[in-house]
């Protein structure tokens, strides 16, 4: 199912999120879908992103593709977060949404709960007062609104090389109502070096097999096992499967 990609100019970042996009069934499902058939799709996104010069981070690279995608693909990625605020007599009232292609953990290993996750992250309330009784809000929550088809996660390569898990199993709860959505580990492209240099590569199922490859520009190789976190670890991607 994977095809070896060319490096053609420094393009490895290319050729690995190429192969980890491809390994996504929601994606072809929509081009399959749209255009019947996703023989040129590695070509697409490669050119898509090598007309950026200078993009040399695989996940900068992919923000540009999913910002520049067609609006169904650009939906298979986003998460809507929305904040709310509480104040101390109890009033909640909605602040904003936000909208996010990339998660970016800041605790590894990512939990099996990204929306415990993003409630932590408690956005600053100084100063703030309620709407409705003009007290201190005492509480500014993020709770997940939307979550996407597929999660893309962002391991820091650069600070964080301490990674010793994932789940290939990830249970996202929605909010309301209490239901939860089941996701599994589709792709993980892994760098090795450093911030300005080094090699990228992908490590991707095939969803036809669920046979694992890895995808290192014109070498195409069969991994016998599933993979497991390195330190090399650096961009994961979940489909969600129900
Ligand atoms: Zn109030």
Not at 17 to 40: E, R
Request: net charge negative; glycine share 2%.
């Amino acid at each position: 199912m994977f095809k070896p990609q060319n490096n053609i100019s420094a393009n490895c970042w290319a050729n690995s999120l190429a192969q980890a996009l491809y390994a996504q069934p929601h994606i072809h499902d929509y081009l399959d879908s749209k255009y019947g058939y996703t023989n040129n799709f590695g070509i697409a996104i490669n050119n898509a992103t090598l007309h950026h010069s200078g993009q040399q981070c695989a996940h900068e690279a992919f923000q540009i593709f999913v910002e520049r995608a067609e609006q169904p693909i650009q939906q298979l990625f986003e998460m809507v977060t929305e904040n709310i605020n509480t104040c101390i007599n109890g009033h909640k009232s909605h602040i904003r949404d936000n909208s996010y292609f990339l998660l970016f953990p800041t605790i590894p290993p990512p939990t099996q709960s990204l929306n415990d996750y993003l409630v932590k992250r408690n956005p600053s309330i100084s100063g703030a007062i309620c709407d409705t009784c003009s007290h201190p809000i005492r509480d500014r929550s993020e709770i997940l609104r939307r979550v996407s088809k597929i999660i893309t996660i962002v391991l820091d390569k650069f600070t964080l090389k301490t990674l010793t898990t994932f789940p290939h199993i990830l249970d996202i709860p929605t909010h309301p109502p209490q239901t939860k959505l089941q996701y599994e580990l589709t792709a993980v492209v892994e760098h090795s070096g450093c911030a300005y240099s080094g090699h990228y590569w992908a490590i991707c199922k095939d969803f036809t097999t669920s046979d694992w490859y890895v995808c290192n520009d014109t070498s195409i190789s069969r991994l016998p096992h599933q993979p497991q976190p390195s330190p090399e670890s650096y961009l994961l991607f979940y489909s969600q499967v129900a």
